[in-house]
């Protein structure tokens, strides 16, 4: 890292050579978490500032970096799957020098990492492989931290007050930062390693490798997000069961929708990532299912944004429309409140559930649209179309 950045004061200043100039990122999301990535799969506290796993729109962790002693693995490619449930990425060894010589050679071992995110936690698999022919040790340690801030902090505002974190607990095998909210929310950042690292502490986990020629091994870590120790939440290092999970979920919502194939393959490429990127922002509520608006800023419910999203996906899946009409029927305004901009009839502008909405200091908690619309009927729950009229007039 010295030799890539330069701190003076709050700024920094990195090399045109580093790999730190490739700001691209890569995004996965369920439910109400997310998580922005850079290429390297890792979450760095450089680049645009919004990199980290967050949930309920705050970010339950700020760092996740994987080292090779000092040095970043070498990238070889990233992405994330078609169907924007998993990501990838490959990488490999640079040269690894011990008592001035070379011990490991650039592009020995491959490094494969692959992540998932499901019911409020990010999996993540890691597979090293030996492709030498002469066996290799080595250590790699991953570095994280959790700063628990809200994500208006991240965009920009400024907070006169923020809540305390708590100590860490450091077991064998996992880690728990903590943060007590001044909303008297508890929020907490499990990380459970499977096999367990060599050293463990409150920030960094360390582990040591031996590899024959041709040998390869898998290790598996699990993020987990939980809010006033939420029950529901059941976090276990098993990468493969939640794959398998996610995609029975994909050949679920697969089977609600239409299959549409054109003679023109960039249309069908086009198509088929417009329906994976809706699937991915599609959110379940206790009202069904809610279009969020977009990672990471607008990850939740935008009243404008999913009607029209809504009215343009109805012809082949009205369950959207069902869901939306639903949510904002049941937070509609019925009387005057100036601070959430609320009068009777008006639909929900936007809702968050972070600690500076639930406390005030913004007005985004369950702030109201400039246009009211009026219910002739809704969706029937056999599926049925129904009419609704959307009255656009300003206030």
Excluded at 231 to 241: G, R
Excluded at 269 to 289: C, E, I, K, Q
Aim: with cysteine.
């Amino acid at each position: 890292m010295a030799k890539e950045v330069i701190r003076v004061r709050d700024a920094f200043y990195i090399r045109s050579s580093s790999t730190r100039i490739d700001v691209r990122t890569l995004v996965l999301k369920h439910g109400d978490t997310f998580a922005v990535f850079d290429r390297f799969g890792d979450i760095d506290t450089f680049g645009t500032g919004e990199l980290g796993l967050y949930c309920q729109d705050t970010r339950f962790l700020s760092r996740l970096t994987l080292r090779l002693g000092q040095d970043r693995p070498l990238l070889l490619s990233s992405t994330v799957r078609e169907d924007n449930a998993v990501m990838a990425v490959d990488a490999t060894n640079p040269d690894t020098w011990r008592d001035s010589e070379i011990a490991i050679p650039r592009g020995t071992v491959h490094f494969f990492r692959s992540k998932i995110l499901w019911e409020r936690a990010c999996y993540e698999r890691l597979r090293i492989h030996n492709f030498g022919r002469a066996a290799v040790e080595f250590s790699f340690s991953i570095e994280f931290d959790a700063d628990f801030v809200d994500i208006f902090e991240l965009r920009g505002t400024k907070r006169e007050r923020r809540g305390q974190r708590l100590e860490t607990v450091v077991t064998p095998d996992q880690v728990v930062l903590s943060y007590q909210g001044l909303d008297d929310r508890l929020r907490r950042t499990r990380i459970i390693f499977d096999p367990p690292p060599m050293r463990l502490s409150e920030s960094l986990a360390t582990f040591k490798v031996r590899l024959e020629a041709g040998e390869a091994i898998s290790y598996r870590c699990v993020i987990g997000c939980e809010v006033d120790g939420d029950p529901s939440v059941k976090v276990e290092p098993c990468y493969e069961k939640i794959v398998q999970e996610a995609a029975a979920a994909q050949d679920r919502a697969n089977a609600r929708e239409p299959q549409i194939f054109a003679a023109n393959e960039q249309f069908n490429d086009w198509l088929n990532r417009s329906l994976a990127d809706l699937r991915m922002m599609l959110t379940d509520t206790p009202y069904g299912l809610y279009p969020y608006a977009g990672v990471p800023w607008f990850s939740t419910v935008f009243g404008r944004d999913g009607i029209i999203t809504a009215l343009q996906c109805l012809w082949f899946d009205p369950s959207i429309a069902r869901g939306v009409l639903s949510y904002l029927a049941a937070t509609q305004a019925d009387s005057e409140n100036p601070e959430q901009d609320a009068q009777p009839g008006k639909v929900v502008h936007e809702m968050r559930a972070d600690e500076m909405a639930l406390l005030g200091e913004i007005r985004e908690r369950g702030r109201y649209a400039a246009f009211r619309y009026s219910r002739r009927r809704v969706l029937q729950p056999h599926g049925r179309s129904s009419f609704c009229r959307v009255n656009m007039a300003k206030r």
